[in-house]
């Protein structure tokens, strides 16, 4: 890596914006990532590995004004010295005259960020945490999980990570902010044999702060219980029955749904969502809801990757589609305006992305809902990729629960779960009150009334 720059970060873009101007461009952004990352491993009595590494990323967009709009390039460096910074600021307008005009590019003409909310993404005593305390944490892990039932004969090991970011943004038209923020993880994945069958699982907790992750060794004891349920598995007739996805797996569809809701995907009629604002779309028991500002949200920052404030969006209300996702480039396509779910890494241009979404939750507990399905199956692992945006069409593999009477039978395995996202979401018809946050997009437990199950 090279040297760090003598020059401090806000420094960096700013001289980043004043070489593209003064080099030709008619607008300009730029984005600073530096970083700091941990990631350990136990397994067994062993470290399998820890790996520490720091990083910092400079990109700059240059837009250069043509009759039918503006030409643009973006380039990216890990040189920070004054003389790089301004020899990429200069190659990426003369990049950017090579390009062809597209009249909707360009960064948004107002409404930046003015207030920089502290969302509690950061805490900086955690830095000052021992790379061997976060290691025996890992332990700690593995050691209850092993520990958990004798029928725990191995593992793929437990892992514990941790990663401290400092981004920094501005553009031509004045805006620069700053925000620090962190992620940390810890997560087990045991190995349960018994009567020639052998499965694994795994369990994990996620947080802004350490202090905040769950207890190690309650995250060894989970994984090792979802490992020996597993234990048994049958394969079962095909049948259409209702499936209930648990927080492990439900956020999946929330993600298919955000994907869908996408401006880029919308205004390329690749969704089958296109042209559907203000539409039943599912169930009145369906509200998705993705707010950046959320305290300690795994996706929360205090603008987006133009500037532009974060906020709270209601996707869907009671089943009705408000809005889709927006960033300023795909607002102006869809005639729209932005919802302030502009992404971008130093790298690459503006995108919209959910922060943190979530559905919202319901009374029932996960046993509740079990209890109130006659005959169905309870999903708790999704294999594979089978979702088709412009259709809706869902296939995936699955592994999970089956349930008789309203109480957990036995394991199955080795089957696939098909419908329509559209079908599935309109036929939502209990939401469970589990909330779980393990990553940006949240879930509780949900049941389809119906599906199809394909097994032998």
Avoid at 155 to 175: C, L, Q
């Amino acid at each position: 890596m090279s040297a760090p720059s003598p020059l401090a970060p806000g420094d960096v873009i700013e001289r980043a914006l004043e070489r593209a101007k003064r080099a030709g461009a008619d607008a300009a952004d730029a984005v600073l990532v530096e970083s700091e990352a941990l990631e350990a491993r136990v397994r067994g009595e062993e470290i399998d590995f820890v790996t520490q590494a720091r990083e910092h990323t400079l990109g700059i967009r240059a837009l250069v004004g043509g009759a039918a709009g503006f030409r643009s390039a973006i380039t990216s460096t890990s040189d920070l010295s004054p003389e790089a910074v301004d020899r990429m600021a200069e190659e990426t307008v003369a990049l950017a005259r090579a390009t062809a005009e597209d009249p909707d590019a360009g960064i948004p003409e107002e409404g930046f960020a003015e207030d920089l909310p502290d969302l509690a993404l950061f805490d900086a005593a955690d830095r000052g945490v021992a790379v061997e305390a976060r290691i025996e944490d890992a332990r700690r892990a593995e050691s209850a999980a092993r520990a958990a039932d004798a029928r725990i004969a191995n593992s793929e090991g437990s892992t514990v990570g941790s990663d401290f970011s400092h981004i920094v943004y501005g553009n031509s038209a004045g805006f620069l902010g700053q925000y620090d923020a962190a992620s940390h993880s810890l997560y087990s994945e045991p190995i349960a044999r018994a009567n020639g069958s052998m499965q694994r699982d795994y369990w994990l907790t996620v947080a802004r702060r350490l202090a905040d992750l769950e207890e190690p060794g309650a995250v060894g004891r989970r994984a090792a219980e979802r490992a020996t349920r597993r234990l048994g598995g049958r394969r079962i007739p095909t049948c259409a029955v209702p499936v209930i996805f648990d927080p492990m797996t439900a956020p999946s569809l929330l993600g298919h749904l955000a994907s869908c809701v996408n401006g880029y995907t919308v205004y390329r009629e690749a969704s089958f969502l296109a042209g559907r604002l203000h539409e039943t779309v599912a169930s009145s028991l369906v509200t998705v809801i993705d707010d950046g500002r959320r305290p300690g949200g795994l996706g929360s920052k205090p603008f987006d990757g133009e500037g532009l404030p974060t906020r709270r969006n209601v996707l869907v209300e009671k089943g009705r589609l408000d809005t889709y996702l927006l960033d300023s480039y795909a607002a102006r396509k869809l005639g729209l305006r932005s919802t302030g779910s502009a992404a971008r890494s130093a790298g690459s241009a503006p995108s919209a992305a959910p922060t943190n979404l979530w559905l919202q939750p319901g009374a029932r507990t996960l046993e509740e809902l079990i209890a109130d399905t006659d005959r169905g199956l309870l999903v708790t692992e999704l294999i594979g990729m089978g979702f088709n945006p412009v259709t809706g069409d869902y296939s995936r593999g699955a592994a999970g629960l089956w349930i008789e009477d309203g109480e957990i039978r036995y394991p199955v395995e080795e089957i696939t779960i098909a419908g329509n996202l559209g079908e599935m979401l309109t036929a939502i018809d209990a939401v469970g009150s589990d909330l779980l946050w393990l990553g940006r997009i949240a879930s509780p437990s949900l049941r389809v009334a119906e599906m199809m199950v394909a097994g032998t």
